[in-house]
């Protein structure tokens, strides 16, 4: 087995992998923490988000660099304002959404990492045209994510 061991690294302000079609940047790689976790800058425009989904591998760290994240649970709505941070446990139904008149950005720590591949997967995807949703829906539940709307 070939073990990976993390090095001391920093990431400057505005650097890091950009895959600007699904609104990701990848801070660090599983690579570069050996698997523990990834961390990734997500923005999201005015009043928009993403559907409601699960991830079977990944818990979900949110931190909110700037404007207000709306979650979506099975039954219930949490809030996290700038400087608030949300804990998001695999296999829990989520959806996140920008309630503002404002763009929001959001630090993610997906904990174990590996979850910025599939974003890597979808960057490429996506370079090709549009995807549909049943391409969509096979590649995610590859990575273990699952959506539900």
Wanted: charged share 20%; net charge negative.
């Amino acid at each position: 087995m070939n073990v990976v061991i993390p090095k001391p690294i920093t990431i400057a302000p505005g650097s890091g992998r950009v895959l600007k079609s699904v609104g990701v940047t990848n801070k660090l790689t599983s690579a570069q923490t050996g698997g523990a976790y990834s961390l990734f800058e997500v923005e999201f425009e005015p009043e928009s988000g993403n559907s409601l989904h699960v991830h079977r591998y990944e818990d979900e760290i949110v931190y909110v660099l700037r404007g207000e994240v709306e979650i979506r649970l099975a039954t219930q709505r949490l809030h996290a304002v700038k400087g608030g941070v949300a804990y998001l446990p695999k296999n829990i139904p989520h959806a996140l959404y920008n309630p503002l008149k404002t763009p929001l950005k959001v630090l993610v720590t997906a904990i174990p990492g590996g979850l910025e591949y599939y974003f890597d997967a979808l960057e490429a995807a996506l370079a090709n045209g549009p995807v549909d949703e049943e391409a969509h829906n096979k590649m995610s539940l590859s990575y273990g994510i699952e959506w539900l709307e």
